[in-house]
């Protein structure tokens, strides 16, 4: 299997995801700004999305999916289906509970999410959109448990292509539940859990089909008898084992958010919305490239494991770490020196004005000193948890955790940064937690870097410089704020078009050849 195709077909895929989340954001911002309402939304959203990625995403993948892999590799497929049966089984009774739990206590989450919603009159909006979504977790868990299957399988397209049924069912209920809310006297912002709701159904309906293809489509126990058979299989034991440490330090990156979300509610009506638009400019180049490298990157690094081949699992590594430091360091130049341009083209229209793309700019810029470690973070935490070890990654974002906080008393407090602090508190954090795990892999001796990276981080650091600098120039003698959107939209198009020509020719006059990323695994 060619490693940079695969990469680069999960990359497009998560760009098409990403290109609609973003239309998705832009139009829900032009229709409902940033106020008390949509703060309510975006708390109530991340609720069972927090959930999402501590049970789904999160913990249950990243003990599931290495011990998948070992069980493909060694163990046959008649051994490797009962081992999903099991999982699954055991999956499912767990989220049932959780959903009806969640259900009746979305009072107490929403507080403890974001008590500043009291103040502002998001309150009670919060809860029953928390209630209308929390089954959400349900849906986007079982997903999760499709997507560590089909990407064992060496199946990456349905669960990278998979989020932008997400975004097309939100973007439908705002243009066409949004009009009819309004004339039914039902508040408009209501539409929008009605689309993350259908969205979920949806994502979790294409995985069937895609299974079925693989001949790897999990097999759920409904009787009692089922369940206790499950429970009692050696793999849900082991995937219990390892996810109770996984849970932990998943839950470190998680309640670091939860204590965002919370800090921003008490910065005024819609802190949270500005934060959450930050988030998403954020969050575009860290799934393109993090998300994408580290899907394509664990299954390989769990089956050399399995192999004793120590070589090939330092050299994937190696690989993906050139390979992200490539394009992720522009993204964090531009998310630095041209935030302003990018939040104002994309956001700038309807409800949000020039005063929201300044707040909103600002915390872009603030997560674009902390890119590269957010986003290697993707690919050095799978580096533990391929070799099975949870507990260090756990330890390592403990005390990132307690890092940040302290971070935030000062930036937030004492420098009175606001948004802005609880974004660069974040950015910093992950820069030391992705230190912190890069040295525990090389001190260990699961990493050896190659020779030649002196020279190839010069290269990279020339062309970001020549690059931020036509980025800076662009970003400080155009008018952004007082073009109307589509000049925007053109100057938004050459000048991120001129840059990265000025990029890759200046790599390309350092002599770094492109073609060297081409490898199989």
């Not at 929403?110 to 959109?129: H, P, Q, R």
């Not at 986007?140 to 292509?161: D, E, K, Y």
């Not at 062309?463 to 007082?482: E, F, K, N, R, T």
């Amino acid at each position: 299997m060619n490693l940079l195709r695969a990469a680069s077909t999960v990359s497009l895929l998560t760009l098409a995801s990403r290109v609609t989340g973003l239309v998705r954001d832009m139009l829900q911002a032009s229709v409902f700004g940033a106020n008390a309402l949509t703060d309510a939304f975006n708390v109530a959203f991340r609720i069972p999305n927090l959930f999402r990625r501590l049970v789904g995403e999160g913990a249950f993948s990243q003990a599931f999916v290495p011990l998948l892999a070992a069980s493909h590799e060694r163990d046959g497929p008649e051994a490797t289906q009962k081992l999903i049966d099991a999982v699954a089984t055991v999956l499912l009774w767990s989220l049932i509970v959780l959903c009806v739990v969640g259900v009746a206590g979305a009072p107490v989450l929403v507080y403890l999410m974001g008590s500043g919603l009291k103040a502002t009159g998001g309150f009670d909006a919060a809860v029953l959109m928390t209630r209308w979504m929390f089954p959400y977790i349900a849906c986007m868990s079982l997903v999760a448990l499709a997507a560590g299957i089909l990407n064992t399988w060496r199946r990456f397209v349905v669960p990278a292509a998979t989020p932008v049924l997400l975004n097309l069912s939100w973007i439908a209920a705002m243009l066409l539940l949004t009009p009819w809310f309004r004339r039914w006297g039902i508040e408009p912002i209501y539409s929008l859990a009605v689309g993350v709701m259908v969205g979920g159904v949806l994502q979790l309906a294409v995985q069937v089909p895609a299974l079925r293809r693989a001949d790897a489509l999990p097999h759920f126990g409904l009787g009692w008898q089922r369940l206790k058979e499950s429970w009692s299989h050696e793999g849900v034991r082991h995937v219990m084992g390892k996810m109770a440490p996984a849970l932990i330090g998943v839950s470190v990156a998680q309640i670091s958010q939860l204590i965002n979300t919370q800090i921003a509610s008490h910065l005024g009506a819609g802190a949270v919305s500005l934060l959450t638009y930050a988030d998403r400019l954020m969050e575009f180049p860290s799934a393109l490239l993090g998300v994408a490298l580290g899907v394509v990157l664990t299954p390989q690094l769990s089956a050399a494991h399995a192999r004793k081949d120590d070589a090939a699992y330092s050299d994937l590594i190696e690989w993906g770490l050139r390979q992200l430091l490539l394009l992720a360091l522009p993204c964090a130049v531009a998310l630095l020196v041209f935030a302003e341009p990018l939040v104002s083209t994309l956001f700038q229209r309807g409800e949000f004005r020039a005063a929201q793309v300044h707040g909103a700019a600002l915390a872009v810029s603030g997560y674009g000193v902390g890119l590269i470690g957010i986003v290697s973070i993707r690919i050095l935490a799978p580096g533990f948890f391929a070799r099975q070890d949870t507990r260090t990654p756990v330890r390592v974002g403990i005390a990132v955790l307690v890092l940040t906080q302290l971070f935030n008393l000062g930036f937030v407090y004492g420098l009175g940064l606001g948004v802005a602090g609880l974004a660069l508190s974040t950015g910093l954090g992950g820069v030391v937690n992705a230190g912190m795990l890069l040295f525990f892999l090389w001190r260990r001796g699961a990493y050896r870097p190659a020779a030649g990276w002196l020279l190839y981080v010069l290269r990279l650091c020339a062309g970001c410089a020549v690059m931020g600098g036509g980025l800076w120039w662009a970003a400080h003698h155009l008018d952004w704020l007082g073009a109307d959107s589509l000049r925007r939209a053109a100057w938004m198009a050459g000048v991120l078009a001129a840059a990265a020509v000025l990029y890759f020719a200046t790599l390309a006059a350092t002599g770094l050849k492109l073609r060297e990323f081409a490898r199989r695994g």
